[in-house]
């Protein structure tokens, strides 16, 4: 199976930037997709972005240009880059992996945007 660990999250004030890293235990060469998705107190956890093996992203429209996906096969880690950042960005992030016809997640990391 595959683990994934996040890191990169913290406290940051509106305006700021974070970058979180996910480290897959397996190369993500063999992972068709890896994405983020985020959890905000109260709400449903919500998809981010995600990456293929092909190097195609996308994005969910509230990103607005802020927020990049990347990865780095050497590393076997996804990247989400994140810029502007705003208070309703205050969340848990996930990372995420279909390999296998399964889906893997991380056990998140947290992000808080202060005003």
């Known amino acids: 199976q595959v683990q994934l660990v996040e890191s990169g999250g913290g406290l940051v004030q509106a305006g700021g930037s974070l970058r979180l890293s996910c480290a897959a235990s397996?190369?993500?060469?063999?992972?068709?997709?890896m994405g983020w998705y985020r959890q905000a107190p109260g709400k449903q956890r919500e998809l981010v972005a995600t990456i293929t093996s092909g190097g195609s992203t996308n994005y969910v429209d509230f990103v607005s240009g802020r927020f990049t996906i990347s990865r780095d096969n050497a590393k076997n880690t996804v990247y989400l880059q994140m810029n502007s950042l705003k208070p309703e960005d205050t969340a848990v992030y996930y990372c995420n992996a279909i390999w296998m016809l399964k889906n893997y997640w991380g056990k998140g990391t947290l992000v808080t945007v202060s005003s």
């Open positions: 397996v190369s993500i060469f063999s992972i068709n997709t």
